[in-house]
């Protein structure tokens, strides 16, 4: 199909197409004054009507990038001439250190690194005091044949709140004597120094007055000992050592039974026999705590109180140890879970006495073992289920199908009211260690499996 054109657009395109061929565009761009140009340019009118967006929406800048070569570049510049023109002094005039240290911490690190050592330092002394108590308690507590408390299931083991042990608290009282006879000498010395300043008299602290002395240090040392329990609920000894001194519920002990305690102190002292009692009893009371109601705790404040490191991998092994025992005796005394096995008596104790189950007439009975160990919390229970079922009675012939005999699934046993079922509980302990004579109390764990 023909274009139409009009005159005028056939005109131009007769001229145009000329008049560029014959244009010297090389000599006509050296004709132009490039500067007097740029001159007439409004650069901001210019920015105003450029469109940045679109502008770089069209730069590839990847491919820019691409095209750069930084090896070069860095090359050509001369990094000792940018240094020499950059002012340190200006700079660093204008850079607040203080502010810069105090965003960063640094005091706070310092600090915390130099206290952290300390309480690591001390954890490990406590650690130790903490891990000879339970061995001493241990042993105590086996002496009396008192029950055994199941293992604890945690890895990290933690003596928080358990009752303080002797050499715990000889420690801390060894501190406390230390503080008071220190701090009473210290008073004794410079009151006198400034009585002989005052009067111009010579005073011997050491002549004449021996029973005021011994009344006057006494009355410190109770002084200091019902202050700090009132105020801190433990003496500057106790709190090295990491113990606490509460009542029976846990509360702070107040005044009146601070002073109790403090007054029944010393009578712990007659022939050491009040502390017998912080030894020998389940919940190591001593006479004067049983006088004041409360008792001492181990209690390292916001840490939590730890144990030795070889105590913790005793308490693994000895974990490990009683589910494998548990394992091996389940797997040797008793039959697969849902296989038939026949018994005519009743069937073994395993750890614990099992109730006969009632007499009827029989030939045989049928015996079902279904084991379960539990897992939680501890490697706790071997549970033995038994099923009687009599086959024949006397003086009657057993029918032709009982050649067989009867399995009965664990699940379905519960169910048949008409068979006796024995269900008994063994615990994990009594599995791997002798069964002891109990003295109708809980032990504490801690001194029971050291």
């Known amino acids: 199909m023909t274009e139409h054109r009009s005159p005028v657009d056939r005109l131009m395109g007769a001229i145009v197409p000329t008049v560029v061929d014959a244009v010297d565009v090389d000599a006509l761009i050296g004709e132009l004054d490039i500067d007097a140009l740029m001159a007439r340019v409004d650069i901001d009118e210019l920015l105003t009507r450029i469109d940045i967006d679109a502008l770089l929406t069209r730069i590839d800048i990847d491919a820019l990038l691409g095209r750069i070569d930084v090896s070069a570049l860095i090359a050509r510049i001369d990094m000792n001439a940018v240094i020499g023109q950059v002012d340190l002094n200006a700079l ?6 203080k502010a810069i240290v105090a ?9 915390e690194a130099s206290t952290g050592i300390i309480a690591r330092t001390l954890d490990l002394a406590r650690r130790q005091l903490v891990g000879v108590d339970i061995i001493i308690l241990g042993a105590i507590d086996r002496l009396f044949r008192r029950k055994r408390q199941p293992l604890p299931q945690s890895a990290k083991l933690s003596a928080t709140g358990r009752p303080a042990g002797p050499v ?8 406390d004597l230390f503080l008071v006879s220190a701090i009473f000498s210290i008073v004794v010395y410079f009151g006198k120094s400034l009585l002989e300043l005052f009067t111009g008299d010579l005073f011997h602290p050491t002549s004449g007055a021996g029973l005021a002395w011994i009344i006057g240090y006494f009355s410190w040392f109770g002084l200091y000992l019902w202050g700090s329990i009132e105020i801190a609920g433990r003496t500057p000894g106790k709190a090295l050592v990491g113990l606490r001194v ?5 509360t702070p002990l107040g005044p009146v039974k601070a002073l109790w305690r403090t007054l029944a102190f010393p009578f712990s002292f007659i022939l050491g026999l009040g502390f017998i009692p912080g030894v020998t009893r389940k919940d190591r009371r001593a006479l004067h705590e049983l006088v004041s109601s409360c008792h001492e705790i181990v209690d390292w404040g916001d840490r939590e109180a730890g144990v030795p490191s070889a105590l913790e991998g005793w308490v693994a092994r000895q974990r490990m140890a009683q589910l494998d025992a548990a394992i091996a005796i389940a797997q040797a005394d008793t039959a697969p879970a849902g296989v038939a096995a026949t018994a005519t008596t009743a069937v073994p104790a395993i750890g614990a006495p099992v109730v006969d189950a009632p007499a009827v007439d029989t030939v045989e009975e049928t015996v079902v073992l279904d084991v379960h160990l539990q897992a939680e919390p501890a490697p706790d229970a ?5 099923e009687a079922d009599a086959e024949a009675s006397e003086g009657a012939e057993a029918p032709a199908a009982a050649d067989e005999e009867p399995v009965v699934a664990p699940t379905e046993a519960a169910a048949m009211a008409s068979s006796p079922v024995l269900t008994e509980p063994v615990s994990a302990d009594e599995l791997v ?3 002891s ?14």
């Open 382 to 386: 071997v549970v033995v289920s038994v």
């Open 433 to 435: 260690v002798e069964p």
């Open 437 to 450: 004579d109990d003295d109708g109390g809980d032990s504490d764990y801690w001194a029971a499996n050291s």
């Open 92 to 97: 660093l005039d204008d850079v607040d250190i």
């Open 103 to 111: 965003k960063a911490g640094i005091d706070e690190i310092v600090a």
């Open 246 to 250: 509460v009542a029976l519920d846990g």
């Open 168 to 175: 715990s608290r000889l420690v801390a009282f060894g501190v």
